[in-house]
């Protein structure tokens, strides 16, 4: 059974930053891409950013320059780096890997 666990979420001032983790179980890790996506209160879940399994990444038009996703194969673990977060960025961050969502972690920006 495949399990994801996002972790790393929390509340952080606007300009600052965060690095989102996403653990993957069950699963031979290596072989799947990696999706980042966020909902907002009110509003729908979108696309954040996506790492193939051979580590090409895109990004969404809003997230290029201040999101840079990775992933660590060894650790069976992908991650998302937010840098000069705005109170936009204030979310529930999901992570989308082998056709199973993770249960998010909040983002939250104030000052």
């Known amino acids: 059974q495949v399990q994801v666990v996002e972790s790393g979420g929390g509340l952080v001032q606007p300009g600052g930053s965060l690095r989102l983790s996403c653990a993957a179980f069950?699963?031979?890790?290596?072989?799947?891409?990696v999706g980042w996506y966020r909902q907002a209160p009110g509003k729908q879940r979108e696309w954040v950013a996506t790492?193939?399994?051979?580590?090409?990444?895109n990004y969404a038009d809003s997230t290029k320059g201040r999101f840079t996703i990775s992933r660590d194969n060894a650790a069976n673990t992908a991650h998302l780096q937010i840098d000069s977060l705005k109170p936009d960025d204030t979310a529930a961050y999901y992570c989308?890997?082998?056709?199973?969502w993770g249960q998010g972690t909040q983002v939250t920006v104030s000052s």
């Open positions: 989308h890997v082998a056709n199973t």
């Open positions: 790492i193939t399994s051979g580590g090409t990444t």
């Open positions: 069950g699963i031979a890790f290596r072989r799947y891409g």
